[in-house]
């Protein structure tokens, strides 16, 4: 693989070298602004606090890099949980949290229009491309990603294993990726 | 083309900084824990449990209490108070409202005529540096407290859990004397988001463990709790706040006897 075209290198594989190569982390992030980005502004419907929020999971899952390990559920899934994390103590403590942010001394974001618009102009585009996706991968994504379900949970009501719901998820939530990155 | 070319040129630098912090502080921690080898014997004999005065330890300024050592810092087979059975490596610090300064200290157990009954395997022992004395102002002798091996939770690999009092539990003519801290304590593994502790009277604990180090398996925890909390268990959640095990419950005096 060629060093410097991160599009062919894994989530996984970005993860693993992001703790040595600075580049690695940025690709990740620019792979994935628009899942979390698009995660935020439907909940918060506020751009500028959406683009916080997903500034400080991103700040948060660079602090979490080391603990980073291989799983069965796709690196997406592990960003995610960080991003619901990240709005649930900002939604319990009133204010958009940033401690990640301080920890790494990232000055606050100077957001343009432009910028702002562009964002608000996620929110809808994954629910629609959700549409897009079969109708079993796209109830289980829909189920642990817009819901916020336990695998558990999902796995009783769609009458099928825990692992089966963890493939769809995570083969969706490839789909949903590949669709937004073509949607560029 | 990133929507927020600020933000991703802001991760990069971070990466970057992070990365320089994290190759400092490996060549910092084999310095300190080279000198903290030949320094540690005298600083544990300095801060043994016969030294320490009864009555409210945080009052002293004449205490002689020492902190913890460095995480990473190696005491050798033979050192410290009590003598270590092998090399014990500090593996989380921190301090908690009433025991105060703690050290975590990971090793193994190799067996042998020494340890009698001692289970093999990988141990975990907690020193609180400075114990309290009892309300009557009796000194608490008693500052660590340890296991080997994962003897009854092979149900949670990777988790285990043990209990220290603080002070210890002592009945003493016909007047008990309850601990005021429990030191819930143990190994997670390193996925663990969060480590988290629940009782039947909805009280809810979480904590972040402490990241273990490279050369030992897993990350760590020490949670302070109250006795008497009820029925309650402990578990691991990952990062997506997933149940990590089936959880283990705790013991008495957290759960009532």
């Not at chain 1, 890099?65 to 997406?76: D, G, K, L, S």
């Not at chain 1, 990640?100 to 990232?106: D, H, P, T």
Request: aromatic share 6%; hydrophobic share 35%; glycine share 10%.
């Amino acid at each position: 693989v060629d060093d410097t075209d991160w599009r062919r290198v894994s989530d996984d594989e970005l993860l693993r070298r992001a703790r040595r190569e600075p580049d690695a982390f940025a690709a990740f992030y620019s792979r994935h602004e628009r899942l979390v980005l698009g995660f935020f502004v439907r909940r918060v419907g506020d751009a500028e606090v959406a683009a916080d929020l997903g500034a400080e999971t991103f700040a948060a899952a660079l602090a979490a890099i080391p603990r980073f390990r291989r799983r069965r559920e796709p690196p997406t899934a592990w960003l995610l949980g960080i991003a619901r994390n990240t709005l649930a103590m900002s939604r319990r403590r009133g204010r958009v949290e940033a401690r990640a942010r301080r920890r790494l001394r990232m000055p606050r974001l100077d957001l343009t229009d432009e910028v702002l618009e562009r964002i608000e102009g996620l929110n809808g585009t994954a629910l629609e491309l959700l549409g897009g996706l079969p109708p079993r991968e796209r109830e289980a994504v829909k189920a642990r990603v817009v819901d916020e379900r336990d695998y558990t949970e999902i796995a009783r009501d769609l009458r099928c294993s825990e692992a089966v719901v963890r493939k769809r998820v995570s083969r969706g939530l490839a789909a949903l990726r590949d669709q937004m990155e073509e949607t560029k | 083309v990133s929507l927020i070319p600020d933000l991703e040129a802001q991760l990069r630098d971070g990466a970057a900084r992070r990365r320089e912090r994290a190759r400092r502080r490996a060549i910092g921690s084999f310095a300190t824990a080279a000198g903290a080898a030949v320094l540690v014997s005298a600083l544990l004999l300095t801060s043994g449990a016969g030294e320490r005065r009864a009555g409210d330890h945080r009052a002293g300024e004449e205490r002689r209490f020492h902190g913890p050592l460095p995480v990473g810092t190696v005491i050798p087979k033979g050192d410290g108070t009590p003598p270590r059975e092998s090399d014990s490596t500090v593996v989380a610090t921190g301090t908690t409202p009433f025991a105060g300064a703690w050290q975590l200290e990971a090793s193994r157990n190799f067996g042998g005529r020494s340890r009698p009954g001692v289970p093999r395997g990988r141990c975990l022992a907690l020193t609180v540096l400075d114990p309290p004395a009892y309300e009557d102002g009796t000194p608490d002798p008693s500052g660590g407290s340890g296991f080997c091996g994962a003897v009854g939770f092979r149900k949670t690999p990777g988790f285990s859990r043990a209990q220290k009092n603080v002070p210890t539990l002592r009945k003493d003519r016909g007047r008990l004397f309850l601990p005021k801290e429990v030191l819930v304590y143990g190994r997670v593994p390193e996925r663990a988001g969060k480590v988290v502790v629940t009782a039947d009277s909805g009280i809810r604990i979480e904590v972040e463990p402490h990241e273990g180090l490279k050369s030992i398996r897993g990350d760590f925890f020490v949670i302070p709790v109250k006795p008497r909390l009820g029925h309650a268990r402990i578990n691991w959640l990952d990062a997506d706040g997933g149940r990590g095990s089936r959880g283990i419950a705790l013991e008495p005096p957290v759960t009532k006897s």
